[in-house]
């Protein structure tokens, strides 16, 4: 009996590449459920199009979010996807071909499109994620960004062959903004979890991430957009420690 797959996308304001996203899933199954976190543009009727299943709950975190989309889906192997995502040919045949085994999960690889260059060094390639997982063995835990699976222990990691390609960044303006949504939440879980940075991150951190990033992992093979990376990541370490100290500040 072929197995049968469930496929959960969380998504807000994805209109660019959820037709794509959903087109490639839809290859593989046809019980896909979109968690929308407040989309204001034409993600949500995009959806509809396409016949998926759809549940508009506002923002609660990624790993709350995905943990209701799998709720909510038909089987209990999850393909965990962002609305930004596309399943590769290559990647689509490994999970066709994939016989999923309770006690194990599945690791995919990210390759990011940054403003229309594929990444292939800065840290970010190879880059596996866990993003196929038995909802009955583990659940996503309830940080606020980098969220992750757990309980892990005792489970198989496997990864697979293919690439998900990750349309993350479509300018430059984007990614600034990200890491300022990013940096507030990561700034929140310091808070939340009785955490301050060091010293070493504080003044420290953002000349050691340009150099991890530009040097050490390879961004100057990347060209410019490989420069602009690296110094995205200095500024991310700095906007952290910025929103730390205005929350903190009485």
């Excluded at 794509?20 to 199009?49: F, K, M, R």
């Excluded at 045949?93 to 309770?102: A, G, R, Y």
């Excluded at 060091?198 to 420069?227: C, E, H, M, N, P």
Aim: net charge positive; hydrophobic share 35%; glycine share 6%.
């Amino acid at each position: 009996m072929k197995h049968k797959w469930s496929a959960v996308i969380i998504a807000r304001n994805e209109e660019k590449h959820l037709a794509s996203c959903i087109q490639s899933i839809l290859e593989i199954t046809d019980d896909i459920v979109l968690v929308d976190s407040g989309s204001t543009d034409n993600t949500v009727s995009i959806a509809e199009s396409l016949g998926i299943h759809i549940y508009e709950i506002g923002w609660n975190g990624y790993g709350a979010n995905k943990n209701f989309g799998a709720s909510k889906a038909k089987n209990n192997w999850i393909i965990s996807i962002d609305g930004d995502e596309v399943i590769s040919p290559a990647l689509k045949d490994s999970i066709l071909s994939l016989q999923p085994e309770k006690g194990s999960v599945y690791l995919l690889n990210s390759l990011v499109n940054y403003a229309g260059t594929w990444i292939k060094h800065c840290g970010w390639y190879p880059r596996y994620k866990i993003r196929i997982y038995n909802r009955e063995d583990c659940k996503w835990d309830a940080a606020k960004v980098h969220e992750n699976l757990t309980p892990l222990t005792g489970n198989k990691q496997v990864k697979l062959k293919g690439d998900l390609l990750h349309y993350s960044y479509d300018s430059v303006q984007d990614h600034e903004k990200r890491i300022n949504d990013y940096a507030r939440l990561r700034a929140e879980g310091w808070i939340e979890n009785d955490k301050r940075p060091s010293f070493s991150k504080r003044y420290f951190g953002s000349i050691f991430q340009f150099i991890k990033t530009y040097v050490i992992k390879l961004g100057f093979l990347d060209g410019k957009a490989g420069w602009t990376i690296s110094k995205m990541n200095a500024k991310l370490s700095d906007l952290q420690i910025k929103f730390y100290d205005e929350s903190v500040r009485p």
